[in-house]
């Protein structure tokens, strides 16, 4: 992971320090054993065949479940751009909306998430899914290819309504949101 940091950020360093950003995913599979095997299989990415291979912190099962797959103060390889400076959290389940309609699995993750706001003083504009990837102020690759690399998972839109029910646990809990979000182009 500090190989991989050095080359996409310039930081060589596996320590996650001071997280940022709060990265939600979808597994696009319907257990937590496919999953759990995919990141324990470790495998090299396909272009550059870097290792660590693809890795979150957490992963949300359907029925609410929470595992922790790797400390808090160890990078991830979850989303090009953002894996300096951010928690990723996968959702077993296959769309957006799957998660969305699946109380138990929605009231984990967002428990998770507000816990994680406040442990580390995360704002709300910075809990993303991951399809908002590039337009995060934090977004940085030092690899040009991957510069405009994201993935389909987790929309604007349905982080629009994952957010709002965020915003309400955490106003419950007086955790704090921060300010608004401020629009940032993606350099693509
Ligand atoms: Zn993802």
């Known amino acids: ?64 479940t929470i595992y922790q797959l790797v400390p808090l103060t160890t990078m991830c390889r979850h989303t090009v751009g953002l894996n300096y400076t951010a928690i990723g959290i996968e959702h077993v389940g296959t769309s957006d909306a799957e998660i969305l309609a699946n109380p138990r699995q929605l009231a984990a993750s967002l428990r998770l998430t507000v816990w994680l706001m406040h442990r580390f003083g995360i704002q709300l504009r910075n809990v993303i899914g991951h399809n908002e990837s590039l337009t995060s102020p934090y977004h940085r690759e030092l690899y040009a290819p991957w510069r405009c690399q994201t993935h389909g998972d987790w929309s604007h839109a349905d982080m629009e309504v994952y957010r709002a029910k965020l915003a309400a646990l955490a106003r419950r809990y007086a955790v704090a949101l921060g300010p608004p979000a401020r629009p940032v182009t993606p350099r693509c």
């Open 1 to 64: 992971m500090a190989a991989y940091s050095k080359r996409h950020y310039g930081i060589d360093s596996w320590r996650l320090v001071d997280p940022h950003v709060i990265v939600e995913h979808y597994t696009a599979g319907e257990s937590f054993a496919s999953a759990y095997s995919t990141f324990a299989a470790d495998v090299p990415d396909s272009e550059l065949h870097e290792l660590p291979g693809v890795c979150a912190h957490f992963i949300v099962d359907k029925d609410g």
